[in-house]
């Protein structure tokens, strides 16, 4: 297992740094920076070059790059044009968009997986049908449209909870975008929890679970979804890190100043440290979440086994 997981750590190393110089160089495609910081105004020459300089843009890219980088050791992203340092701004932005995920992650999985569960077992049945029309319903429908429906419902018109969350983040104020924006995934793990547990049930290891007398309960919780869960985790794992990511509109419509708010306003002005700052422990996250998705399934299916 040790081996492992150092090979694993290894072979993040190359991902990490394509997946940065790529963002870094997609940034840089938006165009001139500088003319993007001043909008509409012609830049004065001499400031023009000033902020060139001091942001080092007149250098090659990939020189950018390699400075960029050698200050990420120090855990220096820079700052952004307006002096601001993009350290304090990942200060502010990640821990509001961890508790916003953290509270999605925990509706999605519980709701997800068990509306799954109770539809496979009953496939054909009416919870089965009622799972797999609603959830159909929930993909269907944009989430900013999901956003505001249940907003005006349930924030507005009912008064159940807070219609925004602004900056005092308690879980009262989370449920509701939470629930906005783990919806479309909690559609996705239930539909794909639904399928593997109706194809497992026909399994001879569940037959022989339940031929031996075991309760129902425990044929169902120990054999059947415990072995229906190796795909669901691997969706649950990249999808952590795309609810991180994603939250953009989310945030905005319950003006949550998230990573999704802060990546939003680098992307529109194009402020590259701010952007690619932000990416660079989105792509860190995405990296530990596939880590420990790949240790979790030695954990649900005791068969594997790692060199």
Do not use: C
Not at 15 to 24: P, Q
Request: no cysteine; hydrophobic share 50%; net charge positive.
């Amino acid at each position: 297992m040790g081996r492992y997981v150092i090979r694993r750590l290894l072979q993040m190393i190359p991902v990490f740094i394509g997946s940065t110089f790529l963002i870094f160089v997609m940034v840089h495609a938006l165009g001139d920076p500088v003319n993007a910081l001043f909008g509409d105004r012609a830049p004065d020459p001499a400031i023009a070059e000033q902020i060139r300089e001091q942001y080092n843009l007149n250098d090659p890219l990939w020189l950018q790059y390699l400075k960029y980088m050698s200050k990420l050791f120090t855990w220096d992203f820079g700052n952004t044009f307006n002096g601001q340092s993009v350290t304090s701004l990942l200060a502010i932005a990640y821990p509001a968009t961890i508790k916003l995920t953290a509270v999605a992650f925990t509706i999605e999985v519980i709701f997800g997986v068990g509306f799954g569960l109770i539809s496979g077992l009953r496939r054909g049945g009416w919870s089965d049908n009622g799972v797999l029309i609603l959830t159909l319903v929930v993909i269907s429908i944009p989430t900013f449209v999901t956003g505001y429906v249940l907003q005006y419902l349930f924030g507005v018109k009912w008064d159940i909870f807070p219609a925004t969350a602004g900056e005092d983040l308690t879980l009262d104020s989370l449920i509701l975008p939470a629930i906005v924006l783990a919806s479309v995934s909690l559609a996705y793990v239930a539909r794909l929890t639904r399928t593997t547990v109706a194809e497992n049930s026909k399994a001879d290891y569940v037959r022989t679970a339940t031929a031996k007398g075991l309760p129902r309960r425990r044929v169902v919780v120990n054999h059947l979804l415990r072995n229906s869960l190796i795909p669901v985790v691997t969706f649950l794992g990249a999808d952590l890190g795309a609810l991180m990511g994603g939250a953009l509109v989310t945030e905005r419509i319950f003006n949550i100043h998230g990573v999704g708010y802060y990546l939003y306003q680098g992307i529109v002005r194009q402020n590259t440290n701010t952007v690619v700052g932000f990416v660079t422990i989105l792509i860190i996250i995405y990296l530990a979440a596939n880590l420990l998705v790949d240790l979790l399934y030695a954990v649900l299916d005791p068969r594997i086994r790692y060199a």
